[in-house]
């Protein structure tokens, strides 16, 4: 199985992101074989700061997360736009991954946003960007905005989703995403 991990951009409780995220391994468990998605929280990532790396070793919580990173075969970003880009904690957790050795490298990725403006795009093309020198190779379609607060509404107040459309809309980047993991595999596009 493509075994992914979904992080998520956004750190409270009820985010709509996070709710994208729990719909996106309901999908995955009840509609697409040989697809695993784990939730991956980054909120207990300490803010990067190289003292922090003593002897080439990492303060616990980034070894662990950077493990499950390096053991996952792909990547969905759940991000949140702040201020026309990706948020502080999503960049923090990005930054420890790659530090030496990069773990992100050679990894098939997505992105889904559930923003408070139109369409939360310009965030996304950051995180493209960022992947870039990562070498995390993300999916082009079907890209996926969301407009958290467009009524009618797509959550409920614990961040479920809770409209059909979009769940559909979530499912077809899952299906690509999968699609593509499988053809990433045994091929080192670049290094
Ligand atoms: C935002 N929000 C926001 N939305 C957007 O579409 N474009 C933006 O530039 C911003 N800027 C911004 C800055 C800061 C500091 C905050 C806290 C929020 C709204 C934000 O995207 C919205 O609240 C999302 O719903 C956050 O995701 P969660 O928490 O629901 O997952």
Same mark, same amino acid.
């Given at each position: 199985?493509?075994?992914?991990?979904?992080?998520?951009?956004? /750190?409270?409780?009820?985010?709509?992101?996070?709710?994208?995220?729990?719909?996106?391994?309901? !999908?995955?468990?009840?509609?697409?074989?040989?697809?695993?998605?784990?939730?991956?929280?980054?909120?207990?990532?300490?803010?990067?700061?190289?003292?922090?790396?003593?002897?080439?070793?990492?303060?616990?919580?980034?070894?662990?997360?950077?493990?499950?990173?390096?053991?996952?075969?792909?990547?969905?970003?759940?991000?949140? =736009?702040? $201020?026309?880009?990706?948020?502080?904690?999503?960049?923090?957790?990005?930054?420890?991954?790659?530090?030496?050795?990069?773990?992100?490298? $050679?990894?098939?990725?997505?992105?889904?946003?559930?923003?408070?403006?139109?369409?939360?795009?310009?965030?996304?093309?950051?995180?493209?960007?960022?992947?870039?020198?990562?070498?995390?190779?993300? !999916?082009?379609?079907?890209?996926?905005?969301? $407009?958290?607060?467009?009524?009618?509404?797509?959550?409920?107040?614990?961040?479920?989703?809770?409209?059909? =459309?979009?769940? =559909?809309? /979530?499912?077809?980047?899952?299906?690509?995403?999968?699609?593509?993991? /499988?053809?990433?595999?045994?091929?080192?596009?670049?290094?």
């Amino acid at each position: 199985a493509v075994k992914v991990v979904a992080l998520c951009g956004s /750190l409270r409780k009820n985010s709509t992101n996070r709710g994208l995220i729990r719909a996106a391994i309901e !999908i995955a468990k009840e509609s697409i074989d040989g697809m695993e998605i784990e939730y991956v929280d980054i909120s207990p990532l300490p803010m990067l700061n190289t003292d922090l790396e003593v002897d080439g070793t990492y303060p616990p919580a980034v070894e662990a997360f950077r493990r499950k990173i390096l053991e996952a075969e792909s990547v969905l970003f759940a991000s949140p =736009e702040y $201020n026309y880009s990706v948020t502080a904690p999503l960049k923090n957790a990005l930054d420890w991954a790659s530090r030496p050795p990069n773990v992100w490298g $050679n990894k098939a990725a997505a992105i889904v946003s559930s923003s408070g403006g139109s369409r939360g795009a310009r965030s996304q093309y950051h995180l493209r960007q960022i992947g870039v020198f990562l070498d995390l190779h993300f !999916i082009n379609k079907p890209e996926f905005f969301l $407009n958290a607060y467009q009524p009618p509404p797509k959550f409920d107040s614990h961040g479920d989703l809770i409209d059909r =459309e979009v769940r =559909e809309k /979530l499912k077809a980047v899952l299906l690509a995403l999968h699609a593509f993991s /499988l053809r990433l595999r045994g091929t080192s596009v670049v290094n």
